[in-house]
């Protein structure tokens, strides 16, 4: 009895995660359906992401980790992105002394 009610508890919390997480990714969801199938193929896309996000949410949630990770070690390696980023700091602090009066 104990094992069926600790079962019936799993899937329900699995279940309840499934269904925040894919409620959550509706709006990115869309966008990228939009973009990608158009406004006549949109709702099938969505519709085919959510339930794929209900029901394979650990592996989304593993795969969406791993690329944000690896998507901030590439961006920290551009070296286009470090002088730009390194010029608007430059620029935030001139601004920043000249409205300070301290040149």
């Known amino acids: 009895m104990i094992t069926l009610i600790i079962t019936l508890a799993s899937i329900t919390a699995y279940l309840a995660t499934g269904a925040t997480l894919a409620i ?6 869309w966008e990228t359906a939009r973009k990608h199938w158009g406004e006549s193929m949109a709702p099938a896309s969505v519709k085919g992401m959510t339930i794929a996000m209900f029901t394979l949410w650990p592996f989304y949630l593993s795969v969406l980790a791993f690329n944000s990770g690896l998507g901030r070690i590439i961006d920290r ?4 992105a470090v002088a730009e980023k ?7 602090i001139a601004n920043l002394e000249r409205e300070l009066g301290i040149r």
């Open 24 to 29: 959550r990714s509706l709006p990115r969801a």
């Open 77 to 80: 390696g551009d070296p286009r």
């Open 86 to 92: 390194i010029r608007q700091q430059q620029e935030r």
